[in-house]
């Protein structure tokens, strides 16, 4: 392990702010004027953006609206082709969960990906939680491939186990640490490991020290059991 140390709280703070720039679309780097924040300073910053963004509720339930009455196979491609990956992310959290899944259903996993990195999950908990778990494999390993570790950070605290343990077979030790330096529910942490398994954590720090990155780990403990930090090198 290395010498260097971080704090959690400003490994969280970090996080926060790479949040928020993915959710502005803009480079972390950008933000850097927001360092002297606390995390939950920025949490509530990052809060009130994502309201302004997602909260032009009368266009977007108006356009919800007309999608219950046409056909899903229509929608999907209004969806695609007209609306985008943003539109699509607004929308979702208006319609109703089973109309909702049955479209994510007919959608390329491509594209749910693309929405998945616009969507607040805090809206749209009760869809996440009805998607099938293969589904939601298959959205997660596109986003890896894509190394888009905020949309995976911020989706594990609002996926039930079975999508949890899904989402986590199709990523490596390597991906996992990235995921595990930006999942925004930390305190769900060691359950997390638990559903991957007891071998996980011994994986993902070999990979935190080829990446350089054992300061970081090491700024995760207190999101574990003593059993799990038993399992991190000395």
């Not at 606390?38 to 302004?52: D, K």
């Not at 266009?59 to 969806?79: E, K, N, Q």
């Not at 494999?137 to 949890?164: C, D």
Request: net charge negative; charged share 20%; glycine share 4%.
């Amino acid at each position: 392990m290395v010498d260097s140390t971080i704090s959690s709280e400003e490994l969280e703070r970090n996080a926060e702010i790479r949040r928020l720039a993915r959710l502005l679309g803009v480079v972390p780097d950008e933000l850097d004027y927001l360092t002297p924040l606390a995390p939950p300073e920025l949490r509530a910053l990052r809060g009130q953006v994502t309201a302004s963004l997602f909260d032009a509720r009368g266009v977007l339930a108006r356009m919800a609206a007309a999608s219950r009455i046409l056909p899903a196979g229509l929608v999907v491609t209004l969806a695609e082709r007209v609306f985008g990956p943003m539109l699509a992310a607004r929308i979702a959290g208006l319609l109703e969960v089973d109309r909702a899944v049955d479209i994510a259903a007919r959608l390329p996993v491509p594209f749910l990906a693309d929405v998945a990195t616009e969507l607040d999950p805090r809206r749209v908990a009760d869809i996440l939680g009805a998607i099938p778990p293969a589904t939601i494999a298959a959205v997660a390993a596109e986003l890896i491939a894509r190394e888009e570790w905020i949309a995976m950070g911020t989706f594990y605290a609002y996926l039930p186990p079975a999508s949890v343990r899904a989402a986590i077979g199709v990523a490596d030790a390597p991906a996992l640490l990235q995921i595990a330096l930006v999942l925004e529910d930390k305190e769900r942490l060691s359950v997390v490991l638990e559903i991957a398994g007891t071998d996980t954590l011994s994986r993902i720090a070999v990979a935190a020290e080829a990446a350089g990155l054992s300061a970081q780990l090491r700024a995760l403990e207190v999101y574990l059991t003593p059993e799990q930090r038993a399992q991190l090198p000395a």
